[in-house]
């Protein structure tokens, strides 16, 4: 099993819809972080949470809201989808605890908005 | 924040070193350089990072100029399965939290 596990892998949605975007890890990090990808922009940090009562926006938080269901669990979602959204979404979590700040990513959530 | 600069793109041939170079001029004392990699249809990976010292890991040697202000990734030996884009990104003090990767470097490996 993947240590970052990101769902759905592809979506295609229509403008106004909510969506989701779930991402759960398995090493048992406390910091995670969503961040989208476009053509050329690289990537571009929306939130950040250090633990399940820690989060923060990111560079490009507006239009995205965010959960952190349990220790293992972060949710993207947007609540009203609108086309200049249509990115690669990544998630990751942190190996913070032995002071390396190395990054696990998940294999990213490609979202369509019609 | 601190900066990162790439460039856009770099071709090497197989089992030729490849250095990458990265410039971070505003670094501050507490950055670390970690430089990641995401290869085709995938999420990035770590590759290496450094705080002053030249590190080496089985993926890559990373040199850190002694001013801090650029270094360098070495692949010592390329392959066609490094071909991705190469990220070099400043970690920790005052960029902690608000990790950004920019355009990266491109690398193209030839057979």
């Known amino acids: 099993d993947a240590d970052v596990t990101q769902t759905p892998r592809n979506r295609i949605t229509k403008t106004g819809k909510r969506i989701m975007l779930e991402c759960s890890q398995t090493?048992?990090?406390?910091?995670m972080y969503w961040y989208r990808q476009d053509p050329g922009l690289g990537l571009r940090l929306i939130y950040y949470?250090?633990?399940?009562?820690?989060?923060n926006k990111g560079e490009i938080s507006d239009g995205y809201s965010v959960s952190r269901q349990a220790q293992a669990k972060f949710s993207l979602s947007l609540e009203s989808a609108i086309p200049n959204q249509t990115a690669l979404y990544f998630c990751?979590?942190?190996?913070?605890?032995?002071?390396?700040?190395?990054?696990?990513f998940g294999a990213g959530s490609r979202l369509t908005v019609l | 924040d601190a900066k990162t600069t790439q460039p856009n793109s770099m071709e090497s041939n197989e089992e030729e070193p490849v250095h990458l170079p990265c410039n971070h001029s505003?670094?501050?004392?507490?950055?670390?350089i970690h430089w990641y990699r995401q290869l085709p249809s995938q999420g990035p990976e770590y590759v290496i990072h450094?705080?002053?010292s030249n590190v080496n890991n089985r993926m890559a040697s990373l040199a850190i100029a002694e001013d801090r202000k650029s270094s360098t990734l070495i692949l010592h030996r390329a392959t066609l399965r490094d071909a991705a884009v190469y990220y070099c990104?400043?970690?920790?003090?005052?960029?902690?939290?608000?990790?950004?990767f920019g355009q990266g470097t491109i690398l193209t490996v030839h057979p």
């Open positions: 505003t670094i501050s004392g507490t950055d670390y």
């Open positions: 949470s250090f633990d399940v009562k820690d989060i």
């Open positions: 990751a979590a942190e190996d913070g605890a032995t002071g390396a700040n190395v990054l696990t």
């Open positions: 450094g705080l002053t």
């Open positions: 090493k048992g990090h406390d910091r």
């Open positions: 990104i400043l970690w920790g003090g005052t960029s902690y939290g608000k990790l950004t």
